[in-house]
């Protein structure tokens, strides 16, 4: 095939996926309109019974709020969270990509790869592993292969948590079970993850499926070599996390006046990030979820969007700090 045959075929082949990908993208937006539409409506009837417009009693909400303590919790969480989530990504990587990478060089990377995620997640991804390959010559796709561990590995944490919440509190669940049946779906979802995890581990192990070739992609690399072990450190690396944000919303929520007991943050909270994993603008997702889980209390849905907001701008100025050392890595040659 001549090159002209090849560009054309490219062409064509981008031609064909963007028709999909336009239509990807409307269906988001309109499931966010829906999303917020939904929430809106939910807020303006808790507006009306208190004789007040939805925004007089999103200012109500807003101006009773200890704002100086709020920032008091949410600085030092962002923080922490970073360095907790920097070692968990430096475990992973020292042991399936750069055995000899220190915490110090990952530290600047992971920082600014959060200015990125402000845009596309991906991209955020995509700057560790150009780090990678550039610092330790580590093939693109191996690196991007423990992005998706970790990710696999966070999803499971956050249903792991929400397990144990919900069966310390299950009846806070089934009373928050006013509109759908909650306790149903999520044993339901535990079921499903929870039976597929034994399978995930015999097929990466080669114990079932031997003639498969799918688990010898490089993209899967870190999903081949890691072991059960290997999943519950990496777990344990990144529950400090979890757990902090457990108690921060507690905290913060009690701050806007909002009294919720810690058991229901620990039963709900995971649920929420996972509805936030969802590809809708704005996390619409979580978003409608909050005030499903809370429907006494409508306005959380947009508490949650201030909370979310923070949290990413403020761990972008994190990557901002970092971001000189983090230029010299990516971009300045290292020594022979």
């Known amino acids: 095939m001549t090159e002209s045959e090849e560009a054309g075929t490219r062409l064509t082949s981008k031609q064909q996926r963007q028709p999909g990908s336009m239509i990807f993208r409307i269906m988001t937006w309109l499931l966010a309109a829906g999303c917020f539409y ?9 507006a009306l019974r208190e004789g007040q417009t939805v925004i007089e009693y999103l200012v109500v909400f807003f101006k009773d709020a200890d704002w100086t303590l709020w920032l008091l919790v949410m600085i030092p969480y962002s923080v922490f969270f970073f360095l907790v989530d920097s070692h968990a990504t430096w475990r992973v990587i020292k042991w399936f990509n750069a055995p000899k990478i220190r915490l110090f060089n990952i530290l600047p990377i992971r ?4 200015i990125l995620s402000l845009v596309n997640e991906q991209v955020g991804k995509g700057a560790m592993s150009l780090y990678l390959l550039k610092r330790h010559k580590v093939p693109g796709w191996q690196a991007l292969s423990s992005m998706i561990l970790i990710g696999m590995v966070e999803i499971y944490q956050l249903l792991l948590f929400s397990f144990i919440g919900v069966m310390i509190y299950y ?3 089934v009373q928050a079970s006013t509109s759908i049946p909650l306790p149903q779906i999520l044993l339901s979802v535990y079921s499903f993850a929870f039976l597929y995890f034994p399978l995930h581990l015999l097929y990466f192990r080669g114990r079932i499926f031997p003639g498969s070739t799918l688990r010898e992609k490089p993209l899967l690399h870190a999903l081949r ?11 344990l690396f990144k529950a400090p996390n979890m757990i902090g944000a457990v108690i921060v919303y507690t905290l913060a929520l009690d701050l806007f006046g909002v009294e919720v007991l810690f058991g229901q943050m620990l039963a709900f909270l ?3 990030f996972l509805a936030a994993a969802l590809p809708l603008p704005f996390h619409a997702g979580a978003l409608l979820l909050w005030t499903v889980l809370f429907p006494e209390f409508p306005e959380v849905g947009v508490f949650s969007l201030v909370m979310h907001t923070f949290f990413v701008l403020f761990n972008a100025v994190i990557g901002v700090l970092f971001l000189p050392k983090a230029n010299k890595e990516l971009f300045i040659d290292s020594p022979d």
């Open 270 to 272: 995971p649920v929420i």
């Open 38 to 46: 939904l929430v809106y409506n939910r807020t303006e009837a808790a």
């Open 171 to 173: 009846d806070l669940v």
């Open 225 to 235: 070599q890691a072991k059960l072990l290997d999943y519950v450190l990496i777990v």
């Open 111 to 114: 920082a600014s790869a959060y």
